[in-house]
């Protein structure tokens, strides 16, 4: 049974921390596969969870190996893209039928082509995150025997179906060191509902008719909404 962790910083940094414990004494057997190509700077200390510095799959699959040895930990130094290049993963051979996938990425490109990609595929399980400063949302986008049993990311979101963003990969150094504030509450908001719905999934539970949930910390609220 195999998890990719897509994105490892304020979000994918904090569903490492709680997932591998669940994983490890699950009675199952996991493997996890994280997928960045950023790295862990001193200025991230304020919101993301690291024990130290540099690239950001290595750091958390030394962890993950240090703590859990029950799970197979396979770090990809690389940001995805649709083909692969020189510089980035194929995301093909990242993502195959069968996996469970924490979209954990903060543009809309990447966010579309992982969704993109898991509506060829047979059977996937893909949770997706994201935060503005005080609120965000998390969607859920399931196929099985190659049906969708939940609408896509995009049928609600005109930003995530026609994105104005780019992907890390196509960003100048000075474009990647600038980044919108974030604030730790909301990323470990996101990544706990995310690691709910993959719990409910878990356990046959997940209401395929509410895929999505909005949060806003500071009403301290998290509201399903009705998707068709």
Sequence with gaps: MKIIIVGLGGIGSWVVQALCPFLAFSGKSWSLVLVDG??????????????????????????VARKYAQILVRPITQYISADGTEDTYPIA?????GDIVFSCVDNHKTRKMIADHCAKLRDIMLISGGNDYTDGNIQVFVRSAGENKTCTLEKYHEEIAQPRDKAPYELSCEELASSSPQL???????ATLMLNAFYAYEQKKLDWQKPEVYFDILANAATPRTRK
């Design 38 to 63: 950023d790295e862990y700077e001193e200025r991230n200390h304020s919101r993301q969870a690291f024990d130290s510095l540099g690239f950001k799959t290595e750091v958390q699959a030394s962890w």
């Design 93 to 97: 051979e990242a993502i195959s039928s």
């Design 184 to 190: 730790i509450f909301a990323n470990l908001m996101a």
